[in-house]
């Protein structure tokens, strides 16, 4: 399945009325794009008033749990949870996002960044990462966390889900910190050049063709698409950067959909 990064209510998050980026362009041009859940069934927004509100209710009631076990002040800093409020969203995918852990476990074990991924790697597979995921470096996006919360926490830690599920969770000032250490670290790039990442180096294929062999007279030659690490790397530091500043903006969640 592939990766988006959304920054918004849960409530409409859980409800499912949004549309990622996919969604967004086929409605724009006229396509029908239907999305499916990893058995194949369609997934649609609820649509049904009450049903909103009972999702609402419980993921206030979550946070509510969650601030009790932090012991967090849960009147001045509970999130809006409201069901209608706008949304960000955007898609790295996989390739691009895993560049981007790739980069930071390379960054921080002194190692050489590969110069190429193929379409498909996934960063949870290579040596590197494991390695400083196995570390604790301390940094969320190299501890699994696929939920940060607006609250003033400067920690990852583990907990219940809204969806029941056990597993680590951190905030938005640590992501934003994390995200502003990169750069500080490797590019020292301004914001007009991290915005322009998305858009000038995103997903650019460098077509290799596969080597020959003794049969490939019997087929026809077939080609791998191969992208520049840090290209990728860069496209999904500037998504990120978008997502959590709208997040700490607005004051509401931001996490990983796939």
């Not at 362009?25 to 369609?42: I, L, S, Y």
Request: aromatic share 12%; glycine share 6%; with cysteine.
């Amino acid at each position: 399945m592939g990766l988006d990064i959304y920054a918004g209510s849960l409530t409409r998050y859980y409800s499912r009325n949004w549309k990622n980026r996919p969604q967004q362009w086929a409605e724009a041009n006229g396509v029908k794009c239907v999305m499916t859940d990893a058995h194949g069934n369609e997934i649609k927004p609820v649509e049904d008033k009450a049903e909103i509100m009972r999702i609402q209710d419980a993921v206030c009631q979550w946070a509510r749990t969650l601030f009790e076990y932090l012991g967090a002040c849960l009147p001045d800093q509970l999130w809006k949870e409201a069901p209608e409020l706008g949304y960000f969203t955007d898609k790295p995918d996989w390739e691009a996002y895993g560049a981007l852990i790739m980069l930071l476990a390379c960054h921080l074990q002194n190692r050489p960044l590969p110069e190429y991924v193929e379409k498909g790697w996934r960063a949870s597979d290579d040596a590197v990462v494991k390695e400083s995921m196995a570390q604790k470096s301390g940094f969320s996006l190299l501890s699994e966390v696929n939920l940060w919360l607006p609250i003033d926490e400067m920690s990852i830690f583990t907990t219940n889900k809204p969806t029941g599920d056990v597993g680590p969770v951190s905030t938005l000032i640590v992501l934003k910190g994390e995200l502003e250490e990169i750069n500080r670290r490797i590019w020292g790039a301004d914001e007009a050049t991290i915005k322009s990442w998305r858009l000038d180096k995103y997903y650019t294929p460098l077509p290799v063709q596969q080597k020959k062999s003794l049969f490939s007279f019997l087929r026809r030659k077939k080609a791998t698409e191969k992208y520049r690490t840090e290209d990728l790397a860069q496209a999904a530091f500037s998504i990120l950067y978008e997502a959590v500043n709208f997040a700490i903006e607005h004051k509401v969640p931001l996490l990983l959909d796939y």
